[in-house]
T-cell receptor
Framework: AQKITQTQPGMFVQEKEAVTLDCTYDTSDPSYGLFWYKQPSSGEMIFLIYQGSYDQQNATEGRYSLNFQKARKSANLVISASQLGDSAMYFCAMTSDKLIFGTGTRLQVFP | DVKVTQSSRYLVKRTGEKVFLECVQDMDHENMFWYRQDPGLGLRLIYFSYDVKMKEKGDIPEGYSVSREKKERFSLILESASTNQTSMYLC?????????????FGSGTQLSVL
């Protein structure tokens, strides 16, 4: 069975600092995809970044990077140079036959 | 701009009522999904559909059913609403493909069952 675990219910970071949001997963499927979504207070789910299980390099999208450690089954999100607008819920998700989500991490960026 | 539209942002219903949550996408996507989101539990998959008139149970289908008569529309039905179905409901769609197809989400329906 697939499983996604986010162990940090909440995180605080100062503006302009980097922050890492943790995500571990479990699947027996050799082919899978890993996603991060952002959900601001408005409620919309915003796609941030994707990593395929066969990708050799870590995915990056602007200030977002995904630290993919396949042997450890972890897919941590790194946000560099945090901004106040980064305050939101962040969800890690995995797909092999269907997309499942973790419980989320609430990130708060303070000045 | 691509869009997934959920018919109501907020909905209040009474216990025992039949409730319809509508979702329409304009991207010609084959795949559509219904999730519910609860604090501390994240998003949990209720039902999904990979084609018209096709449906598959997700992780928590009990108390729900779905209808997909047209490709663009995926409806979630609560046959007899109960208070434990008070939640945020999110609809999503994606094109067919492999593991790298991201989901496009609607803005959600906050359902309160009294």
């Amino acid at each position: 069975a697939q499983k996604i675990t986010q162990t940090q219910p909440g995180m605080f970071v100062q503006e302009k600092e980097a922050v890492t949001l943790d995500c571990t997963y479990d699947t027996s499927d050799p082919s899978y995809g890993l996603f991060w979504y952002k959900q601001p207070s408005s409620g919309e789910m915003i796609f941030l970044i994707y990593q395929g299980s066969y990708d050799q390099q870590n995915a990056t999208e602007g200030r977002y990077s995904l630290n993919f450690q396949k042997a450890r089954k972890s897919a941590n999100l790194v946000i560099s140079a945090s901004q106040l607008g980064d305050s939101a819920m962040y969800f890690c998700a995995m797909t092999s036959d269907k997309l499942i989500f973790g419980t989320g991490t609430r990130l708060q960026v303070f000045p | 701009d691509v869009k997934v539209t959920q018919s109501s942002r907020y909905l209040v219903k009474r216990t025992g009522e039949k409730v319809f949550l509508e979702c329409v996408q304009d991207m010609d996507h084959e795949n559509m999904f219904w999730y519910r989101q609860d604090p501390g539990l994240g998003l949990r998959l209720i039902y999904f559909s990979y084609d018209v008139k096709m449906k598959e149970k997700g992780d928590i289908p009990e108390g729900y059913s779905v209808s997909r008569e047209k490709k663009e529309r995926f409806s979630l039905i609560l046959e007899s609403a109960s208070t434990n179905q008070t939640s945020m409901y999110l609809c999503a769609s994606s094109p067919p493909g492999g593991d790298n197809e991201k989901l496009f989400f609607g803005s959600g329906t906050q359902l309160s069952v009294l």
